[in-house]
């Protein structure tokens, strides 16, 4: 096969496409007994990590857009897992909190990258090395 005739297989794209559907598929069934879909559960640990947040510092964490992130946030607080409220000190600004319901789920939620890792047969360098490649890939220094 010459230059000009390059498989998909050989494809950095493809590998990236294959890597992030298996992902979405591994995360499913773990997901569904929480009632989470994938970019909820991003939200979720988010939160987890630092509630109260504003959409804003959401959105910008997760590189989710406010038209984006706002369904998901609407859809969480649907589900009684977070509360919106507008910020008292500015009321453009709306900020997202855990509800007692929310942080309940936290050693579930918490616990999937554990499964993750432990169904891809990752090590903690091994996670940190690709976690550091595909930062690099998404987010280039040149930009």
Sequence with gaps: MSEDQQSVATQLSFALYG???RMARMHKPLLEPL???F?????????LNGAPLTVGTLGGSLDMD???ITPLVKRLEAAGLVTRRRDLKDERRVMVDLTSRGRSLEAQVRGITEKIKSACQLTDEGVDDLRRTLETLAHPASE
């Design 66 to 68: 406010t038209g984006t």
């Design 19 to 21: 890597a992030a559907n």
């Design 39 to 47: 970019p909820q559960y991003l939200v979720m640990l988010e939160l």
């Design 35 to 37: 009632g989470l879909t």
